[in-house]
């Protein structure tokens, strides 16, 4: 038989619920569903219960050997041996599901993206209206009616690093690894008390950030307010300006007028010596698309540079080059953009600097 698991959480912790399907592997027939709501609990802990009413349901339906399909990457890695569980709080889960496995001949577990699991997750999220006392619909407002985007969202929180030398300077700040000033490390500790307010994020939130020094410290004063913990992606870094690094505006037209004016005007011309902002905008696209496919349905803070969070708020608006020119990001300013799984994206927020005021 196959089961088909899910969970979510309308925030993480917050309002969660799973929901699970057995079928018959040859014919695809539905044998069994299943779904409850939790309570308050975390996307892990509903996708972990999901699995393990889905392995029940399986038994209680006759089943000899398990095709286990889930759309979450951390459950499949663990209960296949591959990831260890760090998390205190889903040892026993992955305890109770291993013992309900072991009743099995052989259970076998498959990651699928997350519109192959639609029907768990639909499921999953009536069991979290019924709980809420609803008949449909998330608790909060999202573009699903009106784009008919499907499935759970991508949540994106897009955090720029605070103030650096460079910065007060007015200087082309690419690849050069500066710190924050004092008031750069004041404006992450007013964005990370920000966020750490939020009621949909704690300490299993993911935080990914630029490897360079101004963006790790940043995530890190986040990640200290959360309880969570950092890790880097080398494709969130700015672009590299090359022989520009270190420059005004001014000082890199007058030092290369034509290559400085092609540079404005054409998104495939690179600096010297450096990137171009088409070649920017294709690797933030591929850690774009690893992100989602690693963090399905969840939320997570993107801590980067000025090009790489216009570059996503562009794939969110499916915009052209001009918006790098046209749109402002402000030194920790914070920005939101939701990514659906069938391709769909909304964009909820643009250089809110209010935690700043």
């Known amino acids: 038989m196959v089961v088909e698991a899910d969970g979510g959480s309308r925030g993480n912790p917050g309002p969660a619920g799973y929901g699970a399907v057995v079928r018959d592997a040859a014919t695809g027939a539905v044998l069994a569903e299943r779904q409850e709501g939790l ?10 219960s999901g699995l393990i009413a889905g392995l029940r349901a399986a038994a ?26 760090k998390h205190e709080a889903l040892k026993p889960l992955a305890e109770q599901a291993r013992r309900l496995a072991a009743g099995f001949a052989a259970v076998r577990y498959e990651w699928i993206p997350r519109a192959e699991n639609a029907h768990a997750d639909r499921l999953a999220n009536e069991a979290m209206d019924t709980q809420a006392g609803k008949g449909a619909g998330p608790e909060r407002t999202t573009p699903q009616k009106w784009t008919g985007a499907q499935g759970t969202p991508t949540r994106m929180m897009l955090l720029r690093h ?9 200087r082309y700040s690419g690849r050069g690894d500066v710190p924050l000033t004092e008031h750069g490390l004041q404006q992450a500790a007013a964005a990370a008390k920000r966020l750490a307010a939020l009621p949909d994020l704690g300490t299993d ?10 963006a790790k410290q ?59 902002f088409d070649e920017v905008h294709q690797r933030v696209r591929r850690t774009r698309d690893e992100l989602v496919e690693s963090h399905a349905g969840r939320t997570i803070i993107v801590v980067s540079h000025v090009t790489p969070i216009k570059s996503l708020l562009r794939l969110g608006l499916d915009a052209g080059p001009s918006l790098l020119f046209r749109l402002h990001l402000d030194l920790a300013s914070l920005s939101i953009v939701e990514f659906y799984p069938d391709g769909n994206a909304s964009v909820r927020l643009v250089n809110d600097i209010s935690h700043l005021a």
Do not use: C
């Open 39 to 48: 309570g308050v609990a975390t996307n892990n802990f509903a996708e972990y």
């Open 60 to 85: 209680e339906a006759g089943a000899t050997e398990v095709d286990v399909r889930m759309d979450s990457k951390l459950v499949v890695e663990q209960m296949s041996g591959r990831w260890k569980i």
């Open 162 to 170: 605070g103030q650096t030398a460079m910065s007060v300077d007015r």
């Open 205 to 214: 939130t993911a935080i990914v950030t630029s490897p360079l020094t101004r």
């Open 218 to 276: 940043t995530a890190q004063s986040v990640a200290d307010a959360l309880g969570a913990r950092v890790e880097t992606h080398p494709g969130l870094l700015e672009t590299d300006f090359g022989e520009w690094e270190g420059l005004t505006f001014t000082e890199a037209a007058q030092r290369d007028p034509e290559l400085h004016g092609r540079w404005l005007r054409d998104p495939s011309v690179p600096a010297p010596g450096g990137e171009s």
